[in-house]
Nanobody, 121 residues
Framework: QVQLVESGGGLVQPGGSLRLSCAASGSVFSIVAMGWYRQAPGKRRELVATVTSGGSTNYADSVKGRFTISRDNAKNTVYLQMDSLKPEDTAVYYC???????????????WGQGTQVTVSS
């Protein structure tokens, strides 16, 4: 089991910045990748950015050049630095941990509780 605790959401004006944090605990040794997803009202949850245990990153086209994902393996924490925020970035942001069992190779997705990001003037 992996537990995820998110922080850092809030209200920001267009063009502003926010930094989200997600701390993992529990069976962190099984984590293969961590990432952020978001869900706006009436829309499906979508990928924002991911980072593997080896440091490889992946971004949604809509956030490339504005958002940066990073990972502190020593603290089992992943960050999402969000700059040049737009109203369309408004959503609940969810932290995700993708794990693989070392013996069975079974994979599991774990989710945080979500943190609200609102971009509005």
């Amino acid at each position: 089991q992996v537990q995820l605790v998110e922080s850092g959401g809030g209200l920001v004006q267009p063009g502003g910045s926010l930094r989200l944090s997600c701390a993992a605990s529990g069976s962190v040794f099984s984590i293969v990748a961590m990432g952020w997803y978001r869900q706006a009202p009436g829309k499906r949850r979508e990928l924002v950015a991911t980072v593997t245990s080896g440091g490889s990153t992946n971004y949604a086209d809509s956030v490339k050049g504005r958002f940066t994902i990073s990972r502190d393996n020593a603290k089992n924490t992943v960050y999402l630095q969000m700059d040049s925020l737009k109203p369309e970035d408004t959503a609940v942001y969810y932290c995700n941990a993708y794990t693989r069992h070392s013996v069975t190779s079974a994979t599991t997705n774990y989710w945080g509780q979500g943190t609200q990001v609102t971009v509005s003037s």
